[in-house]
Nanobody, 124 residues
Framework: VQLQASGGGLVQAGGSLRLSCAAS????????VGWFRQAPGKEREFVTA????????SYADSVKGRFTISRDNAKNTVYLQMNSLKPADTAVYYC??????????????????WGQGTLVTVSS
């Protein structure tokens, strides 16, 4: 199984980006999928997660109202729409999946497979 995050780049503060997390070798439709990020010199932190049906989501306080997670199970892809970006959002963003699929868990330890990250840089 491979998870590939894409869509990162350089954007000015206040701008938007949409990240994608695509899976190959396994269907994501049975899993909760989460996004995490790691800024330079900091620990990796939870950003958002979505249950397998898309019916439940969770967000870190720092991104509520600005970021939206969604999924298209037919395309085996999860998306992260990021609006009103701030320099503090600069980080490598990772997607991961968690077995079970019915809880949008914020706990990194519950995520069993991690993909390669994509770098988001927000300039001031």
């Amino acid at each position: 199984v491979q998870l590939q995050a894409s869509g990162g780049g350089l954007v000015q503060a206040g701008g938007s980006l949409r990240l994608s997390c695509a899976a190959s070798g396994r269907t994501l439709s049975s899993y909760t999928v989460g996004w995490f990020r790691q800024a330079p010199g900091k620990e990796r932190e939870f950003v958002t997660a979505i249950t397998r049906s898309g019916g439940s989501t969770s967000y870190a306080d720092s991104v509520k109202g600005r970021f939206t997670i969604s999924r298209d199970n037919a395309k085996n892809t999860v998306y992260l729409q990021m609006n009103s970006l701030k320099p503090a959002d600069t980080a490598v963003y990772y997607c991961a999946y968690s077995a079970g699929g019915v809880v949008a868990t914020t706990l990194q330890s519950r995520y069993t497979y991690w993909g390669q990250g994509t770098l988001v840089t927000v300039s001031s």
